[in-house]
Each structure stands twice: as C-alpha cells, then as structure tokens.
C-alpha cells in the first residue's frame, strides 16, 4: 500500500470513526477526491441498509429454534449434548441391558421365549414322527434345518445318512437286519467316526450266509459294540433297525430302486458286497434294469464312497441296448461295466446311423469292446452269425432289433450330452467294414468369424469364437466364408485341433456391403507405432486406425498425401485402403538443412574433373581448322 | 463459553439466546429475504451442533466461528441460486411498500440487491469485515476480535473492500 493510498484509508477511517460525520461532512472536506466521496456515501448506503429489520424476526427467531430442536436428533445422535456415559464393568453389563430391555419393554423377549419353546417342543416332538403323522412335514423341515446346519460335510452326509435310515422302516437286510427294539439315530450320532469304519470293515460279514452272519444275536464286535450303545425303548412297532453295514446297504437300496441295475463307479468288482447285501443273498434280484428308466442317486457322503456301501453317485442306466451280441446278464454281476456314463434309451437318442443301409447287418456284428474314455468305441468285426439271431436277453425293448439298426446303431455310444458323428459315415458302408470307426464329439459354434487363412487362395481355416477351426476335405460349407460373417460351425476336436464338420455361413460378412465407407483425401499427420508397426495416423486432423486387413500401397508417412477409404465404428474409423501418394510439396524449406550440401554437391563435381572437359578440345580444334582452312 | 465447550446444554442454550438474533440479522443483511434467513439461522445452529459433536469447536473466538459458519451458509446459498436458471415469478421476494409508495419501496430494494450483488463479490474477508462493520455496526475493535485479526489488519481490509465496491457498482451502472 502506498502512503497516499495509506493516507486516504486513515482519512477514510477518521471520517467514518468521527461522531456526526458522515457523507455530506466528507464532501465538505476540499482535499478529500471523488473517490473517497463516492465511498463514504456508498458507507451511507450499506448503513442505511443495515438499519432495516427482518420483518418478524421474533416469529423467525421461533421458528428457526423449533427447526433446530426437530433436526437435532438426526444431527447429534445423543440429544442434549451430555457426556459419553460411562462404561460399566463387562460383568454388570449383561444385567444392565437385561434391565434395559425389560424396561423398555417385556412382551417381546417373552414372546420370543415362548415362541422358541414351541418350536422347540414341536421338534422334539416331531422326531418320532411317520409319514401320515401331522408332525412329519416339521420332522423333515428340521432334518432338512439339520443338515443345513451341519458344519462339515462329513458330518452332513452322516446326517443324511440316519435320516434316511429313519424313513426307511420297511427295507432290511432279511438275513443280516438284527431286529432291535431301538432308535439307530442316536447310536449314529453318539459315533460319528466310528459307524464308516464299521461299514468298510463289515459288508461282506454281513452278506446272508457268510461267515459272521450267524442271525440277529451272533453279531460282529464293532455291529455289536454299536447295537449296545443305544437301548431305548420301542418307539414304533414297525420300526426295525439293522446293522450298521446292513443299514448302509438299505441306503442304496432306498435310493436305488430295485428296479434298476447299479453301476458301482468305485468298486466295480463283479460282485458288489453292496449289491449281495442290499439283496439279501437273493442274487440277480429286482437289480435289473427296466429301461429307459434312468436314474441317478447322488448322495454326497464319504460314507457312501467306502466299499459297501458305495453308492455315492451311482449312474443307473438300463441294460445296455448295444451288446446284442454280448451276454449281458441282468444282474449286472459279471459285467465289467466298461461304459461308466448313462446310455439313454434307444427310442429318446435315435443315431444318426441308423439311416445306412442295413444290407450291411447280417455280416457284422458289433461288439463292445471297452475303452476308459468317456466313449465306447464300436467296431465292426466279421462274424458268421449274424447279430439279429442273438436273442436280446439283456434287451429289456426288443422293438430295437440289431436286424433293424446294425452295428451303427452304436447302441453302446451314448450322447449324452453332444451329438457324435462317426467321421467315415459319408463314405460308403463297404469301407465302414474295413476300418474301425471312431465316434467323435461333435460341437457347435455360433459367431462371426473374424480371420480367414487361406492357402494358395483356399480357405484352409477360420477363427470363430477364439478359435482356429481347420476345414478339411469333408466339410461341408454352405456359404463364403468371409472374415466378419455369421456362422454356425460344428467341429470336432482331435489332438487339440478343431476341424470343422460342416460350416453354414449365415449372416453377411459385417465388412462388406452392409458397411459405410469414406474417403478422406490428405496430408498425414502423426503417425503412430506400436512396436515397429504402424498402428494408425492422422489425416486431416482425423485419426485413422489401421486393421490387419488394411490394403496399403505405398509407405505411410508423415507428411505425405494419402487417400483413405475408411469405416466408422463405434465412433472410431479404420482404414480399409490406404494409398499413398508422393511427397508433400508444401514441406517447408527451412527446417531441413540437408538440403544446402545436396546444392553444393553438383558444383563441386565439375571442379574436380577438369580434364574430362579439356579432353574434347583438341576434339573440336580440327573442326575448327576445316573450317578455317577454307577460310585461310 | 468453556461450559459451552465441554458441551453443557445449558450453556449452548445460552449462546443460541444470544447469537441467534445476531446470525438472524447478519443472514438476512446479506439476503435480504425473510424465508432464506429463517432456514439459513436454524442451520448454521445445526451446523454448530455437529461441529461440537465432531469435536471441532472454536478455537479462540466463538463469535468469530459463528459468523463464519453463517457467512459460509451465505456464499454456499448464492453459490446455489446462481447455478439457478430460472425462477418462478410466484416465488419472488415479497416487496412491502412501508411508505405506501411502491415506486420507492421498489427502487430502495433493487438498490440493496445491487449493494448485496457488490458484497457478494468481494473477498471472503472483505465481504464480511463489510457486512460487520457497517450492516451489523460493529466496531473495528470488534470486528477484530470476531474476525481473529488486527485492527490495522481489519482497517486495511475494510478500505479495500469498500473501494473494490465502488468499482463493481460502477461498472454494474455502466
């Protein structure tokens, strides 16, 4: 601040401290300028409008204060401003909050009470309860509550276990189920670890008329060490509890029906201590299959999964309908159960096969021979008999004759999922009987394709949905395939290559005529690369993308003048054709200083080969001596 | 004040007693509308409600910290009405015509909005050593105080504002 500056703020102060003094007296001052007038009188203004009240500013005043006092229970929580209160010792505090909540009020923690002591009584009285019973629906809501609130999965999978135990009154073991008048859920309970045990070690004593079968009394130590822990009285007269083991085999038993044949994934022996237990001695039994009745159990217990009891996912499928010439017995006993999937029945999965000439039948017969893939492999070998002379035991539906469909029925290729094609299946049957033929899986792919590799101008692949589909001699292609058309492929994989069965080409190419091309016509600007390669540059202030299928002619660079044919996408253009011309003539001198010794180059050439321009004198001398001889 | 500090109701209520008159003309001198001043009063009491609640009280001058809160309100109210566009002719400040003369009670307010208009545009300090010092007549001793600053500090702003005011209104009449 200057000191004239300063000055006129003290006179400007002095004025306005001055009792009286106001505007009209600062004007009276001759030193004072304009503009310290015009400031006292705008100091007149502000005053003058600072002597205006608020119109009911008392009612205001009230009512500001009620605004505050409604708002500050969402402003500041604890409404009066006390103090945090002081924090009682942790063994006071379960009394203070009891108190609390009995002051605030009783009825709802006693309706809570009450209510969990009638659920509780509802449960307790509902464990006993049968089906029919009106307590069974809250028996199985609280298994069901039990099982959820199980918290391992051992644990949960006994639990399943005793439940179905318990709803499973009716099925026992004939020879080995020891009648005790007890509840075996408890005894379960009480031994969670040692009931498996008990089950891997005691299926095949309790098969019926081995050798630790000797009745319901002569039990094995374990069996017994478990049937003595529990004795309570008989809750149910129908109620009868086996043995552990034998208790395990009724749990696949229950949930296999007896009308479907088992397939013991993890102990595929013939002879199955499950099965031979399950039945009670009674060897093919109701253990066959009723076809297309499939069905699967699948109980998540590692209890399950032990020997004896393994039924953990037990794939059921019906007698397999493909070994016409193989002697499937129903009981499934001897089978070495090659396929480990489920066949669905012949009627639901009609092959694709079936429509070849069945003259080819009565040669062949197809045998199953087992593979550990997830497919069987049918081949075909000559036989003498034909196939449909085999009598179909095993074939539970006779309508689907080997006569009628020969060996490529495939009977024993199930689809479950996928669709298999046999790759030889265009070409003539003759050949089917010379070679094998192999089922593949067949999968399908729908979407654009987005590059196209050709091989001396022949499509050899495609990309489609991230993926390099190979088109071999029998692909069937309906279409051009064109990078950016629609398709829908089916392929099959084969050493992790994907070769394409037959491809349809839907939808045209996206590139093509449904596509808006410009023309942008200019100098390039900045060219951008990445890693050596250009990946785009400006034109005319433009930035122009390059694609892998951008035609380019001619070296893009900056400053030359190119012609651009361009699509918009997604408010970004990309090149299709990129032609560049020769070089910018607007290129300013001045900045390139190259081109100053390229200047002095050609006149430092002449000054170094005199000669040469010399030498032709005495060339031209004698034309000038003819033509001054005359003249001399 | 040290009640008031340690959160005493009592004592808060006290200091409402007293500033809220004060906060009331304050806002209403720098708004001229009775509806505004009426919510504007009641949240700068919110605010100091929640700032205590907070822990972030004043630290030297209680009055200083007030009307700075209330002086926030007021740039953050203007601040709102100029991001406005339009405005409902229904929900025009009501002008009373004290004098029976609606001619002169109309010039006398657009003569304080252009004044407020002017204020508004000066410095935070600026506008409010103006405001205190000659809407609210207060001293400069008090100003000083209010504002935590020296009497020359205040002196200096005050002839500043007042000649940053002259131009605006100058150049608003041109």
Redesign the interface.
């Given at each position: 601040?200057s000191a004239e500056?300063r000055h006129?703020?003290e006179l400007?102060?002095e004025l306005l401290?001055t009792p009286g003094e106001s505007a009209g007296a600062a004007g009276a001052r001759p030193e004072a300028p304009d503009?310290l007038n015009?400031?006292l009188f705008?100091?007149q203004?502000?005053?003058d409008?600072?002597q205006?009240?608020?119109?009911?500013?008392d009612a205001?005043?009230a009512?500001?204060?009620e605004?505050?006092l409604q708002?500050?229970p969402a402003?500041?929580p604890d409404r009066?401003?006390?103090?945090p209160p002081v924090q009682p010792p942790f063994w006071q505090r379960w009394r203070l909050a009891l108190e609390a909540a009995m002051e605030w009020s009783p009825t709802p923690l006693i309706a809570a009470l009450t209510i969990a002591l009638v659920l509780g009584l509802m449960i307790f009285a509902a464990d006993n309860a049968r089906p029919g019973s009106p307590f069974y629906r809250v028996k199985i809501v609280a298994d069901e509550m039990m099982q959820r609130l199980t918290p391992s999965e051992p644990d949960g999978g006994q639990t399943i276990i005793v439940q179905i135990v318990q709803e499973s009154p009716t099925v026992q073991s004939p020879g080995q189920a020891h009648e005790q008048n007890t509840d075996v859920t408890p005894a379960v309970k009480a031994s969670p670890v040692q009931q498996p045990t008990m089950m891997t070690q005691t299926p095949v004593n309790a098969v019926p008329g081995g050798p630790s079968s000797g009745g319901g009394e002569q039990q094995p130590p374990p069996q017994k060490e478990i049937a003595t822990s529990v004795s309570t009285p008989v809750q149910s007269p129908t109620r009868r509890v086996v043995t552990p083991g034998a208790r395990a085999t009724q749990v696949v038993v229950t949930v296999a029906p007896a009308t479907v044949v088992a397939k013991n994934d993890v102990t595929p022996a013939p002879t199955s201590p499950a099965i031979n237990i399950a039945t009670g001695g009674m060897a093919p039994l109701t253990v066959t299959a009723v076809p297309p009745a499939i069905m699967t159990a699948t109980v998540k217990s590692p209890v399950i999964g032990v020997a004896g009891a393994a039924v953990i996912s037990r794939t059921v499928t019906p007698v397999s309908t493909a070994t016409m010439a193989v002697t499937d017995s129903p009981a499934l006993t001897n089978t070495p159960l090659p396929v480990t999937t489920a066949t669905p029945s012949p009627e639901a999965t009609p092959m694709p096969a079936a429509t070849n000439s069945p003259t080819v039948a009565p040669t062949h017969t197809p045998t199953v021979t087992s593979s550990p893939g997830f497919f069987a492999t049918v081949t075909s070998v000559a036989t003498r008999k034909p196939s449909r002379t085999v009598a179909p035991t095993a074939t539970p539906k006779p309508t689907h004759k080997p006569s009628v469909e020969p060996e490529l029925t495939a009977t024993a290729t199930p689809r479950p999922v996928a669709s298999t094609v046999q790759t030889q299946s265009s070409s003539a049957p003759v050949a089917r009987t010379a070679t094998p033929t192999a089922t593949v899986k067949l999968k399908s792919a729908f979407g654009v394709i987005y590059r196209v590799r050709r091989k001396n101008g022949k499509v050899v692949g495609f990309y489609i949905n991230r993926r390099y589909i190979r088109i071999t001699k029998t692909t069937v292609v309906q279409g051009e395939i064109v990078a950016g058309g629609k398709a829908a492929v089916s392929y099959y994989t084969k050493k992790k290559r994907h070769y394409a069965a037959s491809v349809v080409v839907t939808g045209a190419a996206r590139s093509g005529a449904g596509r808006e091309y410009q023309t942008l016509a200019g100098a390039i600007g900045r060219v951008r690369k990445v890693r050596g390669r250009i990946v785009g540059f400006y034109l005319n202030g433009r930035y122009i993308r390059m694609t892998k299928n951008t035609t380019v002619k001619g070296k893009i660079v900056s400053r030359k003048k190119a012609i651009v044919k361009y699509y918009t996408k997604k408010r970004r253009r990309y090149a299709v054709e990129v032609l560049v011309q020769g070089a910018s003539k607007s290129k300013p001198a001045g900045k390139s200083p190259t081109p100053k010794p390229r200047a002095t180059k050609p006149a430092v050439k002449p000054s170094r080969t005199p000669k040469p321009t010399a030498k032709p004198k005495p060339v031209s001398t004698p034309v000038r001596r003819s033509t001054a001889a005359p003249a001399g | 004040m040290e009640r008031a500090a340690?959160?005493?109701?009592e004592a808060?209520a006290k200091l409402?007693h007293l500033y809220?008159?004060k906060i009331?003309?304050f806002i209403?001198?720098r708004t001229s509308d009775?509806m505004v001043?009426?919510?504007l009063?009641?949240q700068v009491?919110?605010r100091m409600?929640?700032a205590?609640?907070g822990g972030k009280g004043w630290r030297t001058s209680f009055s200083g910290w007030i009307y700075r809160i209330a002086h926030n309100l007021v740039v953050d109210y203007y601040r709102k009405r100029s991001q406005a566009t339009y405005t409902n002719i229904e929900d025009t400040p009501h002008i009373?015509a004290g004098n029976g003369d609606p001619y002169k009670a109309t010039a006398a307010k657009l003569?304080?909005d252009a004044?407020l208009r002017a204020i508004n545009q000066l410095t935070d300090e600026q506008a409010q050593v103006?405001t205190l010092r000659?809407?609210?007549?207060y001293?400069?001793s008090e100003v000083a105080e209010i504002m935590n600053k020296t009497e020359g500090a205040v002196?200096?702003l005050?002839?500043r504002g007042?000649?940053t005011?002259?131009r605006i209104?100058e150049q608003q009449t041109l």
């Open positions: 601040m500056d006129w703020q400007f102060q401290e503009e015009e400031m705008l100091t203004q502000l005053q409008l600072g205006r009240q608020m119109p009911d500013a205001a005043l009512r500001a204060r605004r505050v708002s500050i402003a500041v009066g401003f006390a103090l | 340690a959160r005493d109701p808060i409402y809220a008159p009331q003309s209403y001198h009775p001043t009426e919510d009063t009641g009491f919110l409600l929640e205590m609640k009373p003569e304080s004044l103006i000659f809407l609210e007549g001293n400069i002196k200096a005050q002839f007042m000649a005011l002259r209104l």
